[in-house]
């Protein structure tokens, strides 16, 4: 990524915890922004999480369970040496071990973020057994139920964080409608 001109590009990074890539594929391709499919190793999140923060695989960046060091690679958290322009942050669960792995930043939202901005949000809502996530709790009858439920409900939460979102590329702070 290269910052160059007046208003560098925003990176968004959605992470559906448990989604198929493909699912929401054609809704996502009409969006305004550049959309790439992203494949993170295995799908056990205490590896693929650091991943994709990391940009190494578990035998780079050592990760290989919930309870272990933080990573010993450099992070996106890192970026700020090499491009000192971009506000970095991100947003997940805050009590997730996976948040004490990758040992960046405090959690914020993307509206308490200044532009050019690279921003991670993860959303648990479609990772089955959970059903919770920080945007949205969830009823008892939704954490025992089907699968799909979930699924629907992370899909849903995802596209009405971009719908919302406005341009990506403008310049100007996103919208997040969640609380």
């Given amino acids: 990524m290269e910052a160059t001109g007046p208003n560098p ?10 989604l198929r890539y493909d699912y929401g594929r054609e809704f996502f391709s009409g969006l305004e922004g550049t959309f790439a499919k992203g494949i993170a190793h295995g799908n056990c ?11 190494v ?15 010993q690679t ?14 970095i942050a991100y947003f997940d669960h805050p009590q997730d071990p996976i ?16 532009p050019p901005f690279i921003y991670i949000e993860r959303d648990l809502a479609t990772h089955v ?9 969830l009823a008892e009858r939704e954490l025992t139920g089907d699968a799909s439920l979930n699924i629907g409900v992370g899909a849903e939460n995802t596209t009405r964080g971009i719908t919302t979102s406005g341009p990506m590329h403008s310049g100007t702070p996103r919208t997040n409608t969640r609380t």
Wanted: glycine share 6%; hydrophobic share 30%.
């Fill in 9 to 18: 590009p925003n990176l968004y990074i959605k992470i559906n915890d448990s």
């Fill in 45 to 55: 999140s205490p590896e693929s999480i650091p991943t994709i923060y990391t940009g």
């Fill in 74 to 87: 450099p992070t996106i958290f890192d970026l700020p040496r090499v491009l000192p322009e971009y506000s």
């Fill in 129 to 137: 057994p959970y059903g919770t996530s920080w945007n949205r709790i």
């Fill in 57 to 71: 695989t578990p035998d780079e960046h050592g990760v290989t369970g919930f309870y272990e060091s933080p990573v």
């Fill in 99 to 114: 948040v004490r792995l990758l040992d960046g930043p405090p959690i914020k939202k993307l509206t308490d973020i200044e």
